[in-house]
């Protein structure tokens, strides 16, 4: 079975901190996303990756980095911290096109509170 | 730049009564289409999509959807929903181009009564 895990299933951190949200994803897949889903605004891009050391902004990349060093990790990065970043962060890779085989392998996501 | 919009934010619904949940897209270039749902405390599912060919899909748990060129629409539908359907879909859009990056719609709460 694909997997794509991301390193902690709840985080609480303060206002300021620098925070490191870790995924990895064991089928070898090109692209790589972190999106945020909050209630009543669905699933927002932060940012995608279609290579190593590659990245792209997604629709909301304020205040968020991102780091590819190798092809089946991808780390989002807070770089401080702010409440409005509380949120449900997910993780997700697929192979860079679609057949009928073909989807978005999502991790179980990560909960992070900023108090 | 794509983007997705569903136009129902919540839709109720009876058991064994049809339901459809609609989507729109915008998009400069040819795009693939999706649905997901989240069942909850679950994670995302691939319910169906649409790639190319036939312009009617079908999917798991007895959906289908339509994707409709001219009127930049993707609806899913299903003739008679179960309990079990209540659930968040969320209808998706991939372009061809610029690594294949997937946007999502805000979601649709669907809620199933006895």
């Known amino acids: 079975d694909v997997k794509v895990t991301q390193s902690s299933r709840y985080l609480v951190k303060r206002t300021g901190e620098k925070v490191f949200l870790e995924c990895v994803q064991d089928?070898?897949?090109?692209?790589m996303f972190w999106y945020r889903q909050d209630p009543g605004l669905g699933l927002r891009l932060i940012y995608f990756?279609?290579?190593?050391?590659?990245?792209e902004k997604g629709d909301i990349p304020e205040g968020y980095s991102v780091s590819r060093e190798k092809k089946e990790r991808f780390s989002l990065i807070l770089e401080s911290a702010s409440t409005n970043q509380t949120s449900m962060y997910l993780c997700?890779?697929?192979?860079?096109?679609?057949?009928?085989?073909?989807?978005?392998?999502f991790g179980s996501g990560t909960q992070l509170s900023v108090l | 730049a794509q983007s997705v919009t569903q136009l129902d934010s919540q839709v109720p619904v009876f058991e064994e009564a049809p339901v459809e949940l609609r989507c729109n897209y915008s998009?400069?270039?040819?795009?693939?289409l999706f649905w997901y749902v989240q069942y909850p405390n679950q994670g995302l599912q691939l319910l169906l999509k649409?790639?190319?060919?036939?312009?009617l899909v079908k999917g798991i748990n007895g959906f289908e959807a339509e994707f409709n060129k001219s009127q930049t629409s993707f609806h899913l539908r299903k003739p008679s929903v179960h309990i079990s359907d209540t659930a968040e879909y969320f209808c998706?859009?991939?372009?061809?181009?610029?690594?294949?990056?997937?946007?999502f719609g805000a979601g649709t709460r669907l809620f199933v009564k006895a």
């Open positions: 649409y790639l190319s060919g036939s312009t």
């Open positions: 089928m070898d897949h090109e692209n």
């Open positions: 998009s400069s270039v040819s795009v693939y």
């Open positions: 998706a859009v991939s372009a061809h181009t610029g690594g294949f990056k997937t946007i």
């Open positions: 997700a890779s697929s192979f860079p096109h679609w057949d009928t085989n073909e989807k978005l392998f």
């Open positions: 990756s279609y290579d190593v050391k590659m990245k």
